[in-house]
């Protein structure tokens, strides 16, 4: 008899929970808010005993679970179980997970990095279809991502792979990075830097514009603004769109240059400029892709939206188990 799995999202706002069978199915899901006061130490009590509640109120065991999978922000050691360096959750030291959960829970407990962990829910029930070759690029504050390879989540030799959001795009004149670096991705296709980028490009723009006019004045904009500009015809913001998709068409050339994956998923916040950026993004990937793995691999939106943290969490259970 198939047991169910049991997924959890945890980010510095809210902690996303879901409970799946097997397959892949949604049986029930919820959140919590994440309470990260006095170094984040009532996280996890919490988490547990949403868990217990939740489960009492439905008239299930946690023997009903094969396992517990979690994405989590920070370094994460995934034999250990631990994570440090999670600063929006005030995890500054070294917090034992695994440990709590397998004592409190005894059930199997797995935890990854949480762009990893929403890759696999977007490779397993989402746009990149169960298939074994699909990366994740998740564009909001940040930019991040995830890589499977032959079915497998490729972690590298200290877990930092899939860090998409450090692949260099404009390397001479870029701006600077907060990984230090210059010309990151990160600093002209997160929302933050869609909106630096338009501002910068807003120096040497001559033409009439109501974008153009709305940043000269001052006024705070959004990356969400800069599409629906866009969309509306305005022709400066059109020219930032144009530059954002080259450096994503770009940067995702470059990995399917590498990797050959069926799918690269775009999700994140930005992503809701949907088909308007998509076929922007598209154009740039066909200029520079191989020609052979311009023709293997699609660009996709992602489909699961908030449920991928959690379907990838359930997913590691199911896996690793």
């Not at 922000?73 to 034999?79: A, K, L, V």
């Not at 949907?274 to 990937?285: A, P």
Request: aromatic fraction near 8%; include cysteine.
């Amino acid at each position: 008899m198939s047991k169910n799995l049991l997924g959890i999202d945890l980010g510095g706002t809210s902690v996303k929970f879901g409970i799946l069978t097997e397959g892949g199915e949604v049986i029930n899901k919820w959140s919590i808010d994440t309470r990260i006061e006095d170094k984040g130490k009532y996280i996890v009590p919490d988490i547990i005993e949403s868990i217990k509640n939740t489960l009492a109120s439905m008239d299930l065991k946690i023997e009903d679970f094969q396992g517990i999978g979690m994405g989590s922000p920070g370094t994460i050691d995934r034999e250990k179980g631990t994570v440090v360096g999670a600063y929006n959750l005030n995890w500054g030291e070294l917090q034992e997970i695994k440990a709590a959960f397998e004592k409190e829970l005894k059930v199997p407990f797995y935890i990854d990095n949480d762009a990893n962990v929403a890759a696999l829910g977007e490779k397993w029930i989402g746009a990149g279809e169960d298939r074994p070759d699909v990366v994740f690029i998740t564009i909001g504050t940040g930019v991040g991502g995830g890589i499977i390879a032959e079915g497998k989540l490729i972690h590298g030799a200290i877990g930092a792979a899939g860090e998409i959001g450090h692949i260099i795009v404009e390397p001479e004149t870029g701006f600077e990075c907060t990984c230090g670096n210059h010309g990151c991705l990160e600093t002209v296709a997160s929302a933050t830097g869609i909106v630096r980028l338009a501002k910068h490009l807003s120096k040497v723009y001559a033409e009439d514009s109501k974008l153009h006019s709305i940043i000269n004045e001052g006024t705070e904009i959004t990356a969400k603004d800069i599409f629906d500009f866009g969309k509306q015809g305005d022709k400066f913001a059109i020219v930032v769109v144009e530059r954002v998709s080259y450096y994503l068409g770009l940067a995702s050339a470059n990995i399917a240059n590498i990797l050959n994956p069926t799918d690269i998923v775009i999700g994140g916040g930005v992503s809701a400029a949907g088909d308007f950026l998509l076929e922007k993004i598209e154009k740039y990937f066909n200029k520079h892709a191989f020609p052979q793995v311009r023709k293997s691999t699609k660009i996709k939106l992602a489909i699961l939206g908030n449920d991928a943290g959690v379907i990838g969490a359930a997913y590691i259970a199911k896996e690793e188990n």
